[in-house]
């Protein structure tokens, strides 16, 4: 979770959608040297999911995070640290939630896919949760993102039990997606129950899966040469993963044009990939209500 305050501009937690903005990237919430949280806080953790049973740092930490922040920040403001923010900034403040798709992949793991389906309410209600937290707790405005397509990962690609009927046209396991899909149903009927319940409140639903499965089944049109393959990895063609030797471990290799790839480790996007990724969240397109980040900074 992440949380932008508009009065400095807005920024997303990510290098290239930061850079497509103009401005600085958020702060870690636990950075320990010299915190600078102007224009916005991080809560994120890697691997972090909407439950306890993966990362220490799961979603409800997140928000006692940011409860914790939410009250000592305007008290040490008030005391002359500027590099913290008052009341008004939490006011005007955007809250990012971007989460969910550790939850569906870490029980893909030990579950059936109808196991995996039936949990998806619990995930969502995580999601109500933080929601209702961070609004009764003075936010307003939110911008949600559901989960992309986590069929299309080379990670699950070189992992899964599979056959080849588990494959869709673009080469993604079928079942991992469309237990996205069901997620992100679910997702945007939470977006819709909460808008008239959260009075004065702007929510955005960004539909993530559209943005990046159509960046995978079009690759060569946004000028990418590899899909599905990690640059940075280990085992050549089809998927360059291996769980033994992932990047950064010893005896992995790394492509030598990363900006012809659309998967850097198997898991995340490269730098290029993900500016393709920003430019389609800013345009708006993908969004409901079709709200441009202006609509904040104006009002």
Not at 174 to 183: I, R, S
Request: aromatic content about 14%; overall charge negative.
């Amino acid at each position: 979770m992440d949380q932008v305050h508009k009065q400095h501009e807005v920024s997303f937690f990510q290098i290239c959608r930061g850079e497509s903005l103009n401005t600085s990237y958020l702060t870690p919430y636990l950075e320990p040297m010299d915190p600078d949280f102007r224009n916005g806080v991080n809560f994120a953790f890697s691997g972090a999911a909407t439950q306890p049973r993966y990362k220490p740092f799961s979603l409800d930490v997140q928000i006692l995070q940011f409860l914790r922040f939410r009250a000592r920040s305007p008290e040490l403001f008030s005391k002359g640290y500027k590099d913290f923010v008052d009341e008004d900034a939490f006011k005007d403040a955007i809250h990012i939630i971007d989460i969910g798709q550790n939850d569906l992949a870490g029980s893909f793991e030990y579950l059936s896919y109808e196991q995996v389906i039936k949990n998806i309410s619990s995930f969502i209600k995580e999601i109500n949760y933080a929601m209702q937290n961070i609004y009764q707790h003075g936010g307003r405005n939110f911008w949600i993102h559901n989960t992309g397509p986590l069929g299309c990962l080379p990670q699950k690609l070189a992992t899964f039990d599979k056959k080849g009927s588990d494959f869709d046209q673009h080469g993604c396991l079928k079942a991992l997606n469309d237990a996205a899909k069901q997620f992100n149903d679910q997702l945007r009927l939470l977006c819709e129950e909460l808008r008239p319940e959260l009075k004065n409140s702007t929510i955005v639903y960004v539909d993530m899966f559209s943005i990046k499965y159509d960046l995978i089944a079009n690759a060569t049109t946004y000028g990418f040469e590899s899909s599905l393959m990690a640059c940075c990895g280990y085992g050549g063609q089809p998927y360059n993963y291996n769980p033994n030797i992932t990047c950064s471990r010893a005896g992995y290799n790394v492509c030598e044009k990363g900006s012809k790839y659309i998967s850097w480790d198997g898991v995340h996007y490269t730098e290029a990939a993900n500016a393709v990724v920003a430019s389609k969240i800013l345009s708006t397109n993908y969004s409901t209500p079709q709200i441009k980040f202006d609509y904040f900074c104006n009002n």
